[in-house]
């Protein structure tokens, strides 16, 4: 099992930052990507992006310029900056890994972005 927590979400105005982190423990395995999903109001689980153990990035094309996916493998750790925040990226960010194992998600972080 693999459990994972995130951290670092809250409130912040439009045109602020912040820094999203989510950690893994348990069975990890060492080739895995882990990545970072958002659920808007009323809106289905869309990709932000995605980060392999090898440091191969995805981005969702509308993340990209002030998302910034990384990692530290030493410490199963994935992190996520965002910058220029908007109201439209209010959403329940949840944290994802995939690898041998399965296929396992956090339990979300809200992020509020107020105008």
């Known amino acids: 099992q693999v459990q994972l927590v995130e951290s670092g979400g809250g409130s912040v105005q439009a045109g602020g930052s912040l820094r999203l982190s989510c950690a893994a423990s348990?069975?990890?395995?060492?080739?895995?990507?882990m990545g970072w999903y958002r659920r808007a109001p009323r809106k289905q689980r869309e990709l932000v992006a995605t980060?392999?153990?090898?440091?191969?990035?995805y981005y969702a094309t509308s993340m990209q310029g002030r998302f910034t996916i990384s990692r530290d493998n030493a410490k199963n750790v994935v992190y996520l900056q965002m910058n220029s925040l908007k109201p439209e990226d209010t959403a329940v960010y949840s944290c994802?890994?995939?690898?041998?194992?399965?296929?396992?998600w956090g339990q979300g972080t809200q992020v509020t972005v107020s105008s």
């Open positions: 994802n890994l995939v690898g041998p194992g399965g296929h396992y």
């Open positions: 348990g069975s990890i395995f060492s080739i895995n990507t």
């Open positions: 980060i392999s153990s090898g440091g191969i990035i």
